[in-house]
Every structure is written in structure tokens, then in C-alpha cells.
């Protein structure tokens, strides 16, 4: 058996299952919506860490060497 008919039975039976299979999940729009959600609450958290890094980087007073 070749390579190519192998392949061709297991893509012909892995789509026969799915077809089958009637509970398939949820849609893709809610899990999409939730993704964006914690993208955004990240994008938020990490500015809010930058800001405050910045600024405690800038209230460090700078090095003067002693006489």
C-alpha cells in the first residue's frame, strides 16, 4: 500500500467520524471573544507594570562619586 493510499484512508475515515459526530463544541465566535478579552486585560496589566517601572526608574537618584 502506498503512502498516498494510506493517506487517503485515514483523511476519508477521519472526516467520515467528524461528519458523524454531532456534538462538535462551541462555536469559534465565543472562545475568539474570550481570547480577545484576556489580550486586552493583558495589554492593560503590562502598561500599567511598564508605567510603574518607569517611574520608579526615574525617582532612583543617580550615583555620584564620593571625594
Not at 27 to 39: E, K, W, Y
Request: charged residues 15%; proline residues 6%.
Amino acid at each position: 500500500m502506498s503512502i498516498l493510499s494510506y493517506l487517503h484512508v485515514v483523511l476519508t475515515t477521519r472526516l467520515a467520524e467528524v461528519r458523524r459526530d454531532g456534538e462538535r463544541g462551541d462555536s469559534p465566535v465565543p472562545t475568539a471573544v474570550i481570547i480577545f478579552g484576556l489580550v486586552f486585560v493583558a495589554t492593560i496589566v503590562t502598561g500599567l507594570a511598564l508605567s510603574k517601572a518607569n517611574d520608579w526608574m526615574t525617582n532612583i537618584p543617580t550615583h555620584v562619586n564620593p571625594k
